[in-house]
């Protein structure tokens, strides 16, 4: 059974940081493409970043562009959020994702395995 289970979020002030990790259990974690998504109290689930299997493609949304950093550890099955210069409008539960592909994708329809979500709250 695949199991991704979220850690690292909290509570932070507006321009401060937080590392996610994503912890995979339950296959071969380096073959799938991981991604973050986010959801804020009353919106739809909106994609964040994603990572291919081997690390060396990324993708992001144009909202956190030059501030989050996507990253994966093959070796230990993890996958990290790395979240600078944090705004109020980036409050959300944050989760991991993976699917059946080794490539990146936004489309969170591609994606059949997510964690239970981390809270991340940022104060102005």
């Known amino acids: 059974q695949v199991q991704l289970v979220e850690s690292g979020g909290g509570l932070v002030q507006a321009g401060g940081s937080l590392r996610l990790s994503c912890a995979g259990s339950?296959?071969?974690?380096?073959?799938?493409?991981m991604g973050w998504f986010r959801q804020a109290p009353g919106k739809e689930r909106e994609f964040v970043a994603a990572i291919n299997w081997s690390g060396d493609t990324t993708m992001y949304a144009d909202s956190v562009k030059g501030r989050f950093t996507i990253s994966r550890d093959n070796a230990n099955n993890r996958a990290f959020l790395q979240m600078n210069s944090l705004k109020p409008e980036d409050t959300a539960v944050y989760y991991c994702?993976?699917?059946?592909?080794?490539?990146?994708?936004?489309?969170?329809?591609?994606?059949?395995?997510w964690g239970r979500g981390t809270q991340v709250t940022v104060s102005s």
């Open positions: 994702a993976s699917g059946w592909s080794s490539y990146v994708t936004a489309n969170q329809h591609e994606l059949g395995h």
């Open positions: 339950g296959r071969p974690f380096s073959r799938y493409a």
